[in-house]
């Protein structure tokens, strides 16, 4: 099941992977709070992903930043409290974000996986519900 809104982040390098998911996910209905960038121009990605993990933790829902590699994203991005954030580079690893990690936010690198991967990767993500059992007292203990 899609959730009903996922916020983006992303700097110039993911910018045109974001508004490719982006337009996929309207396409499916969801409701998007983009927090930047807007464009190609070169931006510095640490208040970016502060700013999208706010938007995160306020709306309490999933988001997906993007940057070249997808990893200072994830490391700006967890340096929020609340927030669990994993890079993903295939379906499976999608999967497992959210299933044993409970990660609220997915990191894509936008100079590493193509348009239709990124696509999959997101519904497995976005799908999938986090298992709890015995992954709950390790993902308890990272607060």
Not at 17 to 25: A, F, G
Request: charge should be negative; include cysteine; glycine fraction near 10%.
């Amino acid at each position: 099941m899609t959730p009903s809104r996922i916020v983006f982040a992303t700097d110039h390098a993911g910018y045109p992977l974001k508004e490719t998911l982006k337009q996929y996910l309207q396409d499916k209905g969801v409701d998007i709070v983009d927090t930047g960038a807007f464009s190609e121009d070169v931006v510095d990605y640490p208040e970016i992903m502060r700013k999208g993990a706010a938007a995160v933790l306020e709306y309490g829902c999933l988001g997906i930043f993007l940057g070249g590699s997808g990893n200072g994203e994830a490391i700006a991005a967890n340096k929020v409290s609340g927030i669990r954030a994993a890079v993903v580079w295939s379906e499976e690893t999608a999967k497992l974000a959210r299933a044993h990690n409970d990660a609220n936010v997915m990191c894509l690198g936008g100079r590493l996986i193509d348009p239709d991967m990124a696509k999959k990767c997101s519904d497995v993500f976005l799908s999938t519900a986090f298992e709890g059992g015995r992954h709950e007292k390790r993902v308890k203990d990272l607060e």
